[in-house]
């Protein structure tokens, strides 16, 4: 009796092991290292990933599908979600994500919004948002640039316009080029008005603006950097093409 009381004791043990082996991994399965599987990548960068993913959100009254937009350090748990879409799109005027740059772990894109509804325009906003998925803080979130005129009474006018071109350095810095499209309108037709900024810890410059820049010219030398996690950058300059000379100036 002895004997088979060991047994079975024994052999609940194994029962009991296996039930919480099995548990474990059940709660490992659900929160899978980043990116999923199943996942679109827009961006890789040997230490983070950015990518799309179909998600079901219960909503008030009903599930909701969206596609969502988000960042992770790579291999890591967990992500930062950057942007959502609707599926369908709804009919009223929202936000939009775009134009995701991608260094080491720092992201950088646009957010832009049209306000109002579809019968009445109540004004725009254009952000360039610069975010460190290693933790998710937001490192900047500013205008585009600085409208041609102030808005009139209750609108609201953030921003010169959509991004054409955007970098990002390791550090959090960026530049871009956006399309001015207050001062493009006020030109003949046809002319297109650009302005290049810069954002880093000396804070936010234009840096060119003008009919005459490529607005494909823009483009990031790391100059010396240091290659082991993390990512440091030294010395970085950001360069564009004006009248059809070379143009740049250091990101810090």
Same mark, same amino acid.
């Given at each position: 009796? *002895? ?15 296996? +039930?919480?082996? =099995?548990?474990? +991994?059940?709660?490992? *399965? ?18 983070? /990933?950015?990518?799309?993913? /179909? ?28 942007? +959502? ?5 709804p009919l ?19 957010e832009s919004? !049209? ?67 207050? *001062? ?23 840096? !060119? ?7 494909? =010219? ?6 010396t950097m240091?290659?082991?996690?993390? +990512?440091? /950058? ?19």
């Amino acid at each position: 009796m *002895r004997r088979l009381a060991l047994l079975a004791f024994c052999a609940l043990s194994l029962i009991s092991t296996a +039930q919480a082996a =099995s548990a474990a +991994q059940a709660r490992h *399965r659900a929160v899978p290292s980043c990116p999923p599987a199943h996942a679109h990548v827009l961006l890789a960068d040997p230490h983070a /990933v950015v990518y799309t993913i /179909v998600e079901h959100i219960k909503g008030q009254y009903e599930v909701e599908t969206e596609l969502a937009t988000r960042g992770c350090v790579d291999g890591r748990k967990g992500s930062y979600k950057l942007a +959502q879409e609707r599926i369908p799109a709804p009919l009223e005027p929202g936000g939009l994500t775009r134009d995701f740059a991608l260094n080491g772990t720092m992201v950088a894109y646009e957010e832009s919004a !049209a306000l109002g509804d579809r019968y009445e325009s109540l004004g725009t906003e254009y952000h360039v948002v610069v975010r460190d998925l290693r933790t998710g803080r937001v490192l900047h979130d500013i205008p585009t640039g600085v409208p041609l005129r102030a808005p009139k009474p209750h609108e609201t006018k953030v921003g010169v316009g959509n991004l054409v071109a955007l970098v990002v350095t390791g550090d959090g810095a960026a530049a871009w080029i956006a399309e001015d499209y207050g *001062r493009s309108t006020s030109m003949s037709p046809g002319g297109l008005f650009f302005d290049v900024y810069a954002v880093d810890s000396s804070g936010t410059r234009l840096l !060119a603006a003008g009919t005459d820049i490529d607005p494909t =010219s823009l483009a990031l030398s790391a100059g010396t950097m240091n290659l082991t996690y993390p +990512q440091v /950058v030294a010395g970085t300059t950001v360069y564009w093409t004006e009248a059809g000379k070379a143009s740049s100036t250091p990101l810090y």
